[in-house]
Nanobody
Framework: QVQLVESGGGLVQAGGSLRLSCAAS????????VAWFRQAPGKEREFVAA??????????SYADSVKGRFTISRDNAKNTVSLQMNSLKPEDTAIYYC????????????????WGQGTQVTVSS
């Protein structure tokens, strides 16, 4: 069983930055693929970014809408994954969720079995 807890959300002006963190329980965190998804009001949850575990070379993947602005990173020693969000836009406003799965990196939410409760990010114009 893996428990995920997100933190770092808040209110920021357009053009600003926020850093989200996902803290995970479990001793085998390094083999998990971990992703960030988000859900805006009235919209479906969508993929944001993901980082692979050590078995998959630690590679990363980003949604086109956040490439060049967001950076996902992980610290396996601390069981944490972070999402650095720069140049934020009002359309980035959403609840951001951390998710984890055994195996290789994935971008579809149905492939992730462990989920956090989410953290609200609000970007004002």
């Amino acid at each position: 069983q893996v428990q995920l807890v997100e933190s770092g959300g808040g209110l920021v002006q357009a053009g600003g930055s926020l850093r989200l963190s996902c803290a995970a329980s479990g001793r085998t965190f390094s083999i998990f693929a971990v992703a960030w998804f988000r859900q805006a009001p009235g919209k479906e949850r969508e993929f944001v970014a993901a980082t692979a575990g050590v078995v998959d070379g630690g590679r990363t993947s980003y949604a086109d809408s956040v490439k060049g602005r967001f950076t996902i990173s992980r610290d396996n020693a601390k069981n944490t994954v972070s999402l650095q969000m720069n140049s934020l836009k009002p359309e980035d406003t959403a609840i951001y969720y951390c998710a984890a799965r055994y195996g290789i990196l994935a971008t579809r939410e149905e492939e992730y079995i462990y989920w956090g409760q989410g953290t609200q990010v609000t970007v004002s114009s």
